[in-house]
């Protein structure tokens, strides 16, 4: 499977570069990148990583929740609290 992904990804670039117009006897034309294929990939990074944040944090709350430590860590700070106003 791999195999052919990296044949398909082979062929695309290569006709992506065939099918770009010659601007070697076009003086106005601008110089265009080679390639674009990389141009979302920051945004995606960002989503992945952020999904993958998503997840811990889930995994955070079910854990607290189902396990009480909110609560204790609620109840630890007001009695801090209390004790330290009186």
């Known amino acids: 499977m791999l195999r052919l992904l990296v044949h398909l990804q082979v062929l695309a ?9 010659d ?21 995606a990074e960002y989503a992945l990583v952020l ?6 944090a889930a995994l955070l709350i079910t854990w607290a ?3 009480g430590a909110v609560g204790r860590l609620f109840d630890a700070v007001l009695s801090h609290v209390i004790g330290s106003v009186t």
């Open 65 to 67: 929740s189902k396990s």
């Open 51 to 56: 999904l993958g944040a998503v997840a811990i």
């Open 23 to 43: 601007r070697r006897h076009d003086p106005t034309a601008r110089a265009a990148p080679r390639f674009r294929g990389d141009v979302g990939q920051t945004t």
């Open 13 to 21: 670039a290569s006709t992506a570069h065939h099918l770009e117009p």
